[in-house]
């Protein structure tokens, strides 16, 4: 294990990595982050790509994210967060429409515990997943930087 810190316009961001594949991706003060202390040796090297994918994003210039990932969860964290991953950027979701998009149309609350545990917040897009009535609810990383992140996403025209 490996990690970083750098800043971003949302915060300082921690990367985390094994064997060359992102494991996590924390903002300050994430909820259910991991010790720190399992995060391995500081290591600015591993995380060039990592850093320059992100420093896109947040100019607008990058819309998806082509990192290697390896996130340890359950089997249904899992398919959360595959599915996180098909939400179209610029585009928001519901809880209970991400519950459905993987056959469990009744377990929208869990779909939402399993959003709030994604390791890889922003290039796992967790913050694409709003309230039935629109509202932003919960985000690991705090409300005012999910409103952040759609606020970037929704300033882009977006390119097909």
Known sequence: MRHTVFGSPIGLLTAVAHEGALTGLYLEQHRH???PATFGERDD???T???RQLAEYFAGTRTEFDLPLALRGTPFQQAVWREL??????ETITYRELAEHIGRAGA???VGL???RNPVSIVVPCHRVVGSNGDLTGYAGGVHRKRRLLDLE???PQAR
């Open 45 to 47: 090297q591993p995380f």
């Open 114 to 116: 399993a959003n709030g």
């Open 108 to 110: 929208f609350r869990a």
């Open 33 to 35: 982050q991991p010790d």
């Open 154 to 156: 929704s300033a882009r």
């Open 49 to 51: 790509e990592v850093k």
């Open 85 to 90: 991953t098909t939400i179209p950027y610029g």
